[in-house]
């Protein structure tokens, strides 16, 4: 199973896919896609989509999953940007056919490092030892993004022990 997490931001979007084997994730890519402030919103709303579009097309992932919207009342116009660029994704997923997966940070956070409120820190440390990375990406965008797809990776484990569907499975 190959599952792509996707932090998006309108700045720096980072993406990150797993292979899922047997017990253990296998980092297959992780990058970041950029946007210039220089741009127009359209234009960057379609570099994302664009994107998104031809990972999907390379990687032909069975889901995609992205964490669920979190705003704080005191920064209103970053929660707007941020749904545009994740309404540029969810398209995109529905342009290709892909599941769509959303989980709140905490929940994300909790299935990677057993902690919900667990630190940034703490989160680069756990993605890069359950992938065997010995160096911390860059940028948090990739790291994020990869833990996105670990979570789900874990959660679809958890429910396969159960009994229970999960949404990416064939």
Do not use: W
Not at 97 to 118: D, F, H
Not at 119 to 141: C, E, H, N, W
Not at 142 to 158: K, Q
């Amino acid at each position: 199973m190959i599952i792509l997490g996707v932090d998006p931001a309108l700045s720096i979007t980072g993406y990150g896919a797993i292979v899922l084997n047997k017990h253990t994730p296998a980092l297959l890519e992780a990058g970041i896609i950029s946007t210039s402030a220089k741009d127009k919103l359209p234009q960057r709303l379609d570099r994302i989509y664009r994107a998104v579009i031809k990972l999907i097309s390379d990687l032909r992932p069975d889901c995609l999953v992205l964490e669920k919207l979190y705003a704080h009342y005191r920064h209103p116009v970053t929660a707007h940007l941020l749904g545009q660029a994740r309404g540029v994704i969810c398209l995109a997923c529905e342009t290709k056919a892909i599941p769509l997966v959303e989980y709140a940070a905490t929940r994300v956070k909790k299935a990677v490092v057993g902690r919900g409120q667990a630190s940034k820190q703490q989160v680069q440390r756990m993605v890069a030892g359950a992938l065997g990375i010995t160096k911390i990406p860059k940028y948090t965008d990739v790291t994020d993004a990869l833990a996105l797809a670990i979570a789900h990776g874990n959660i679809a484990r958890l429910q396969r022990i159960q009994g229970r569907a999960f949404l990416g499975e064939k």
